[in-house]
């Protein structure tokens, strides 16, 4: 994390570029700190949200962090759940620029961004059902972000199918579309004039476009774990569809 202080803004980056950005559990656990760090540095009044590389924003959670999980269906531990800036209590604004692949556990950062900036070579797509997993938390920030059928689309057509920048911003998942590369300059430049404002008045702005929503996400997060542990194949299984289904093979649109 980077911060300017003379501007106010900082500016987070997921930087495993080498994993295509996906989070692991100190990613998750980092993550969870930041955002509950900038809650108390006064001097930050704006954040970006990026990742580093050309390839990815973010491809979700690292398949290598197993979590154990209860086995009763109505309780479980999802690794992701905390990665976000409301998630720990942060009313600065975000603004997400993403480049390259955002796909499965990205959507619980963009799903709490305020808005989102693409270059023209990002994707938007959900592998869960591919590989034999519910797509919950996923699909319901998803539904919060865009019509109902353009979200049920894309969580259940699983790598066969990726969303375009252009068709993003067509549907109103993303507010801008850039020059690839110009992605994270036009985000700082909407984070600085935000971060100009009077901090009390663009904080209460941001608590209050959330109220608008965060109760239908937390009744519908509340449902999440049973649908997870009942929809989920065994984790041998899912494996097994990793490693067999896995192609490059996808449709754009």
Not at 18 to 47: C, K, P
Not at 127 to 145: D, F, I, K
Request: charged share 25%; proline share 5%; aromatic share 8%.
């Amino acid at each position: 994390m980077t911060r300017d202080k003379e501007t106010g803004v900082a500016v987070v980056t997921l930087n495993r570029p080498e994993r295509l950005n996906a989070v692991d559990l100190d990613t998750a656990e980092q993550l969870s700190g930041i955002w509950r760090e900038l809650r108390f540095d006064e001097t930050v009044r704006a954040v970006v949200l990026t990742g580093a590389g050309e390839r990815a924003f973010c491809t979700g959670i690292d398949r290598s962090a197993e979590v154990a999980q209860p086995s009763s269906p109505y309780s479980t531990d999802d690794p992701l759940i905390a990665i976000g800036p409301k998630a720990n209590d942060l009313w600065k604004p975000v603004i997400a620029a993403v480049r390259g692949m955002a796909c499965g556990g990205a959507f619980y950062l963009l799903g709490e961004a305020e808005f989102v900036i693409t270059a023209e070579d990002a994707t938007f797509f959900d592998p869960h059902t591919t590989y034999g997993m519910v797509s919950a938390y996923e699909s319901m920030y998803l539904a919060l972000r865009m019509p109902h059928g353009e979200a049920a689309r894309l969580a259940l057509m699983g790598t066969a199918e990726r969303m375009s920048a252009r068709r993003a911003y067509e549907i109103g998942f993303v507010s801008e579309v850039t020059v690839p590369g110009e992605e994270l300059t036009v985000a700082l430049c909407c984070a600085e004039t935000i971060a100009s404002y009077p901090t009390e008045a663009v904080q209460g702005t941001v608590r209050s476009v959330w109220a608008a929503k965060e109760a239908t996400l937390a009744a519908a997060h509340s449902r999440a774990p049973a649908f997870v542990t009942l929809g989920n194949l065994p984790p041998d299984r899912q494996a097994e569809l990793f490693t067999t289904r896995r192609s490059k093979d996808f449709r754009m649109r």
